[in-house]
């Protein structure tokens, strides 16, 4: 599963987030950063206001948190909905000893991998070059582990 580090990453690189069913997110809070909330039309859902989208947290008894302001959360994208975003430019996903490595199409037309512990941080740090280079016109690289 991605961290925090990594989601707020992928926020800072540009990556926007409109609230569906099934989507994983955190309270970034003392206390709570362990605790992985899931977006579902039962219990957790999001309710549009001009003020902006509100979290709703629905018969929720342990809670004394009704709601929370989207802006406040750290979304963690799902390994399926990362390989979405990168599109086109997908080529492949390999297991390492270790890990994983993802290769991904350049916007300049070669190639470079992103691994990582996991295939999901893998297809994050690809994502994050990808929104990078997009936004400064150039060409991402891969990291180390958050």
Known sequence: MLT??????????GLTWQPASGDRFV???DGMEQDVFVISDL?????????????????????ALDSVEQAKVVWLPREEQLRDL????FVSLEQLDGG???TVVTPAGG?????DIDAERAYARAVVARLEADSS???GGSGAPD
């Open 4 to 13: 925090i580090e990594l989601a707020r990453r992928l926020a800072d690189a």
């Open 27 to 29: 309270v970034p809070v």
């Open 43 to 63: 219990t957790v859902d999001v309710h549009h206001f001009s003020t902006g989208d509100v979290i709703g947290f629905n018969g929720t008894t342990e809670w």
């Open 86 to 89: 990168l599109g086109d430019a």
């Open 100 to 102: 994983y490595a993802v």
């Open 111 to 115: 190639t470079e991998r992103h691994a």
């Open 137 to 139: 016109g150039g060409a």
